[in-house]
T-cell receptor, first 110, second 114 residues
Framework: GIQVEQSPPDLILQEGANSTLRCNFS?????LQWFHQNPWGQLINLFY???GTKQNGRLSATTVATERYSLLYISSSQTTDSGVYFC????????????FGTGTRLQVTL | ETGVTQTPRHLVMGMTNKKSLKCEQH?????MYWYKQSAKKPLELMFV???????ENNSVPSRFSPECPNSSHLFLHLHTLQPEDSALYLC?????????????FGDGTRLSIL
């Protein structure tokens, strides 16, 4: 099956700093989503981005499908950004399955 | 508010109990999913339903029994669970099934097996 790797696995930032999270995947995809899981376990949909670039406030994401990677940018980080960021991909080989990466655990400190 | 509601949020049960997890979506979607998230493991797809028909079962033990009475509701019936079944169970929905459809998740049910 498709492999999804995220880096870095852990990240500690001071409030106000910027960061880039990376997601590499091993096959062509037609679905890529970024999620934020907060400390209470809620999985929040950040971006649906199988290709191209999108921005939402302090967050933006870019997927280069031909090179099989996606990047999530967090600017001016805040303590509420803490949690785990997951990348998940879907591909034409399965009708419905989202394959998740192991996540990047982000801690933003004061 | 994601449009996908799961109840209960927390559940503690013994290995001989029978309980059910409920998921309801208010998005008008036709596909619904159950995922399991164990500690230190990626989310794993358990079941997929499209228009109330099960289309995927990812080798899940029979002690987990899904039910989809209509396109807005999905249940996961639990019986004779094992301690390793303790996990966060997440429900999701999408407009239709398909690798290119964004999925929207509920807040999850955190299950603890004593």
């Amino acid at each position: 099956g498709i492999q999804v790797e995220q880096s870095p696995p852990d990240l500690i930032l001071q409030e106000g700093a910027n960061s880039t999270l990376r997601c590499n995947f091993s096959d062509s995809v037609n679905n890529l989503q970024w999620f934020h899981q907060n400390p209470w376990g809620q999985l929040i949909n950040l971006f649906y981005i199988p290709s191209g670039t999108k921005q939402n406030g302090r967050l933006s994401a870019t997927t280069v499908a031909t090179e099989r990677y996606s990047l999530l940018y967090i600017s001016s980080s805040q303590t509420t950004d803490s949690g785990v960021y997951f990348c998940a991909v879907g591909y034409a080989g399965t009708a419905s399955k989202l394959t998740f990466g192991t996540g990047t655990r982000l801690q933003v400190t004061l | 508010e994601t449009g996908v509601t799961q109840t209960p949020r927390h559940l503690v049960m013994g290995m001989t109990n029978k309980k059910s997890l409920k998921c309801e979506q208010h998005l008008g979607h036709n596909a619904m999913y159950w995922y399991k998230q164990s500690a230190k493991k990626p989310l794993e797809l358990m079941f997929v339903y499209s228009l109330e028909e099960r289309v995927e079962n990812n080798s899940v033990p029979s002690r987990f029994s899904p039910e989809c009475p209509n396109s807005s509701h999905l249940f996961l019936h639990l019986h004779t669970l094992q301690p390793e079944d303790s996990a966060l169970y997440l429900c999701a929905s999408s407009h239709v099934i398909g690798g290119n459809q964004p999925q929207h998740f509920g807040d999850g049910t955190r299950l603890s097996i004593l």
